[in-house]
């Protein structure tokens, strides 16, 4: 390949917007959605309307984008990859629901969160609920090699977050155990999403691999920049319960800057071990001042870097660049925190 022609290659991959990309599938996500929103009659009708309530709330969509592009990307989007949308897209509502219980945050979506509504014993049951009946659609797939990926993306969400459960108030928590648990609670289904999208696809094994390793690297910079966000971002802006990280005494990446920066570490470490909004709130003005949330960001886009670097064997078309588009957008809300 000539120079120019890498370039030229290069710019189309990376010339479509994020809009655009969502363009490009809209209506398979609107099939997604509609799907969705349809599990809640699979029920009993006396589970039916707690269903239809988390499910209803609509969200990013990004497990299912992701999907569907990876598809595109390397063939032609089929029935199967809507149903792969479908069923990720349902863990991780699942997944949402155990978060807040474990949070407990009372916004999700601009809405009461389901435990707020309800409260934890129900809350608790519908994600077990929601679990199972994803994984069982999960099984309507002819190659059980699916399911069985499927199965181990939504064990490794949960193990993730039992491990960030079991590390809280954990002053020994280092950078390697935040990455690892984060590659886990949140990279996984991202993964996931991007390496069946080529899968069902029957791409070759080197641009599933490369597909997964995206997929991986993308939702470790999204937690990232969620992580971020906890701290930085506004409830009015995000429509859901910001703060409850410091609160819960999960350590993430800015905190465990600011840890290693060696700076007041005796005060830092007593703030983090108050269960005290005053102590978070202290401890938010330290992060600021600190410089590490700028750190954060570097890092962030570092992993961006690493996600973009491993589509370059996908062949060049317009859901290829919508994959591009994805960490560039990532990119552009990093900037604007």
């Given at each position: ?5 890498s370039h030229n290659r290069s710019a189309t991959n990376e ?49 299912p984008a992701l999907a569907l592009l990876a598809a595109g ?109 984060i590659e886990m609670k949140t990279a996984a289904l991202f ?147």
């Amino acid at each position: 390949m000539t120079a120019e022609n890498s370039h030229n290659r290069s710019a189309t991959n990376e010339g479509i917007s994020f809009a655009e990309a969502f363009d490009l599938i809209n209506p398979h996500l609107y099939t997604v959605e509609e799907r969705i929103r349809a599990q809640a009659k699979a029920f009993d009708p006396a589970v039916e309307g707690y269903i239809s309530y988390i499910c209803g709330a609509g969200g990013k969509r990004l497990r299912p984008a992701l999907a569907l592009l990876a598809a595109g990307a390397t063939g032609k989007i089929t029935p199967a990859h809507v149903d792969l949308a479908v069923i990720l897209e349902l863990i991780h509502i699942a997944t949402l629901v155990h978060d807040d219980i474990i949070d407990g945050a009372e916004l999700r979506r601009d809405q009461p969160s389901a435990n707020a509504k309800w409260g934890n014993s129900i809350s608790v049951l519908l994600g077990d609920v929601l679990f199972a009946h994803a994984l069982k659609l999960s099984t309507n797939f002819s190659n059980s090699d699916i399911s069985r990926r499927i199965a181990d993306a939504a064990a490794e969400v949960c193990s993730g977050e039992i491990i960030q459960t079991q590390r809280r108030f954990d002053l020994k928590l280092t950078t390697t155990d935040y990455y690892r648990i984060i590659e886990m609670k949140t990279a996984a289904l991202f993964s996931a999403a991007c390496e069946l999208g080529a899968f069902i696809s029957e791409a070759s094994p080197t641009i599933i691999s490369g597909l997964k390793a995206y997929g991986t690297k993308l939702g470790v910079a999204y937690q990232i920049y969620d992580d971020i966000l906890d701290i930085a971002g506004s409830e009015e802006e995000t429509g859901k319960t910001l703060g409850t990280d410091l609160q819960k005494g999960k350590f993430t990446l800015p905190i465990l800057l600011l840890l290693q920066s060696g700076k007041d570490l005796g005060s830092i470490r007593d703030l983090l071990l108050k269960d005290d909004p005053a102590a978070i709130s202290e401890l938010a003005s330290m992060v600021d001042r600190s410089g590490v949330l700028e750190n954060s960001k570097r890092i962030a886009r570092t992993k961006i870097s690493e996600a973009v670097e491993h589509l370059g064997a996908i062949q060049e078309n317009r859901y290829a660049g919508g994959l591009h588009a994805i960490p560039n957008h990532l990119s552009h809300l990093l900037d604007q925190l």
